[in-house]
């Protein structure tokens, strides 16, 4: 069974930084390429970032993530994660990670085949 699980979400106010980490099992984690999407309250589901399988690889970032956000990971923990630096208020939202044997399925699709429970993120005025 596949389990997704992030963690590191929190309160903070506009302009600090927050890392997001999702640790994954139940898959070959090396094998699959990984993802962050976020919920906004009223809002669908959007695509954040991904990253293809080899660490180190190719990442992708929406527009509203370049230049602040960083997608990495660590096949050797089986973990991906999401730096975020200068939060805007207009970030709060639950992040959720994401999983698919295919980058294109996450960073074009935006339909991967698993998801974690996802963790919330509030930034403050």
């Known amino acids: 069974q596949v389990q997704l699980v992030e963690s590191g979400g929190g309160l903070v106010q506009a302009g600090d930084s927050l890392r997001l980490s999702c640790v994954a099992s139940?898959?070959?984690?090396?094998?699959?390429?990984m993802g962050w999407f976020r919920q906004a309250p009223g809002k669908e589901r959007e695509f954040v970032a991904g990253?293809?399988?080899?660490?180190?690889?190719?990442?992708l970032y929406a527009d509203s993530a370049k230049g602040r956000f960083t997608i990495s990971r660590d096949n050797a923990k089986s973990t991906v994660y999401l730096q975020m630096n200068s939060l805007k208020p207009e970030d709060t939202a639950v992040y959720y990670c994401?999983?698919?044997?295919?980058?294109?399925?996450?960073?074009?699709?935006?339909?991967?085949?698993?998801w974690g429970q996802g963790t919330q993120v509030t930034v403050s005025t």
């Open positions: 994401a999983a698919d044997a295919t980058f294109h399925q996450i960073v074009e699709i935006h339909n991967p085949t698993y």
């Open positions: 139940g898959l070959t984690f090396s094998t699959y390429a």
């Open positions: 990253i293809i399988r080899r660490g180190g690889g190719s990442q």
